[in-house]
Structures are given as C-alpha cells and as structure tokens.
C-alpha cells in the first residue's frame, strides 16, 4: 500500500511538471515579444533580445499607449467587444432556453439545422454582399452581427439549462411567471457561471477578430485594434507611424511593433481575473439549498 501511493505520488509529480513546462512554453513567445518592446533599438535588430530585454527602455510602450491612432482604435475595439459580448449573451440565452424544452414541437429537427449551419455556411462573397444589403459597409454593426450567437456556445448553454431542476420553473408557473419571467429572474441569474465563460469567449473572439473589420470596414476612423495592429506589423517602416524626427531618433520602429503586441494583448488579460470567481462559485448549489 505504501509503494503504491509512492507512485501515485511520482506520476502526479510527473504530469504538474509536464502540465507547468506545457504552459511555460505557451509563455514565451509573448515574453520574447515583451522584451523586445522594452529594448534597445540595436539590440533587437541584432538579434540579441530573446527572453531578457537589452538595453532597457520604456520609451517604446510610453510612445503606443499615449499615440492617438492607437487609443482610438482601442475605444473602438473596446466598444465592438463590449457590445458585441453583451449582445451575443443575450441572443445565445434567448435561442437556448426553449431549445432546451424538450416538449417544444420540433426541437430536435431546430437543432439539427443549427448544427446544420456548424458545418456549412454561404461563404465570404454571400455574407459581404448580405452585409452591403443590409448597409452595413463602414460601420460597427458589421463587426457584431456576422457573429451574433455561436451554435456551438448555445449548445453549451441549453445543456446547462437542461441541468437546472425543473422545480425551479414549476414552482414559477404556479405563481404565475411568464417565460420570459422565469428566464431573465430566475434562470439567468443561476448561469453565472455558464454566462461568465460563454461571455470570455466572445469577448475574445470581439477582441481578436480582424477578418469581418479587414472586409467590411474601409474608414480609417473605425478601424478596431485589430486592423492597427495588422497595419503596424505589416509595415517595414518607421515613417508608416506617422513619427515626428524627434520619435524617430527615440522610439525604434522594431520596438514599436513589440509595444502594440504587448498593449493590444493587455487588455483582454485583465478581463479573465475579474471572471475566474464565477468559474469555481456553485451558484446553482446555494440557490437550492436556500
């Protein structure tokens, strides 16, 4: 018996350190990035910057967090995932609560042609010319509705909802709560948990999403983060960052992709600590009990 909790011990060892080096290594190309975009102009274009900065520096991120371009474009992401987020969530809930009914006539044929459309789509030419139909061309509504509900995130949330006891409607219905009643005072706020993560993960889709903006917006004052990234990294130049003389000769251009990477990734880091709490609490388990 004692040999054997030994090797349960060793294989558990084992795998934490097989699970922490798994991690680490998703780590470092974003701490490869991070330092050079506290480093020394030289440095990085010598190639002596891989983990630890050279020649440290904070004049490269003070340039990007305080350059107007880029604090536009991250109001405008900001608002997009915002929206979108809160938009999607309240879409997705809507279409699985009655899928969750399995006395609903025809809710197993409904679900079959959402798994339908998981599969197969129109395309990138039909949903531009939807788009364009529909006016959206050069503005916001365009980088939301493409991806309003996810079958695949209503999907997880009609089987949390097919979890939920049933008494808890019931006892609803007897006091004389509509549906939308039960859903919105009743079933909403016991899928924090669920709505917490199926919210991370449109919050990061909004966030990283670069393609629907790159086909449907063309004004340079709506372009999300995203695209200014793309712009940033794409040129090779530092007078593509519309630099005065004296941010040439201070800021490297190397540098500045760096920062853009490290301050456009920032943001939507700081989102999941104020989300874990809602991944481990049982919402569900209290409010029964109670």
Do not use: C
Not at 180 to 203: D, E, H
Not at 283 to 288: A, E
């Amino acid at each position: 018996m004692h040999s054997k909790k030994i090797s349960d011990y060793a294989l558990d060892t084992v795998i934490y350190v097989i699970l922490i080096a798994m991690g680490l290594s998703t780590l470092l190309p974003f701490i490869t990035v991070l330092s050079k975009s506290v480093s020394e102009e030289w440095a990085i274009t010598s190639g002596k910057v891989n983990l630890f900065p050279v020649g440290f520096q904070l004049d490269t991120l003070q340039y990007v967090v305080t350059n107007h371009q880029f604090l536009h474009a991250l109001l405008i992401s900001a608002l997009v995932a915002v929206a979108g987020t809160l938009a999607s969530l309240l879409i997705t809930a809507m279409t699985a609560y009655p899928l969750s009914k399995r006395e609903l006539p025809g809710v197993g044929i409904i679900i079959i042609l959402f798994v339908f459309t998981m599969m197969f789509n129109g395309g990138i030419i039909p949903n531009y010319l939807l788009i364009r139909q529909l006016d959206l061309i050069d503005n916001l509504g365009s980088l939301v509705l493409p991806a309003l509900i996810s079958v695949f995130n209503m999907l997880v949330i009609k089987s949390y909802f097919e979890s939920l006891p049933p008494s808890l409607e019931e006892s609803a219905k007897i006091d004389g709560a509509r549906n939308y009643t039960i859903l919105f005072r009743i079933i909403l706020p016991l899928s924090g948990p669920v709505l917490a993560t199926i919210g991370l993960f449109y919050a990061v889709y909004y966030w990283n999403d670069y393609f629907n903006p790159m086909l449907y917006i063309n004004s340079t004052s709506l372009k999300p983060l995203q695209l200014y990234l793309q712009d940033i990294v794409m040129n090779a130049d530092s007078s593509s960052f519309k630099m005065s003389a004296e941010d040439m000769m201070n800021v490297p251009a190397e540098g500045v992709r760096a920062a853009t990477v490290i301050a456009s990734t920032v943001p939507i880091l700081l989102v999941y600590p104020f989300l874990q709490k809602y991944f481990i609490k049982g919402v569900l388990i209290g409010s029964v009990k109670g």
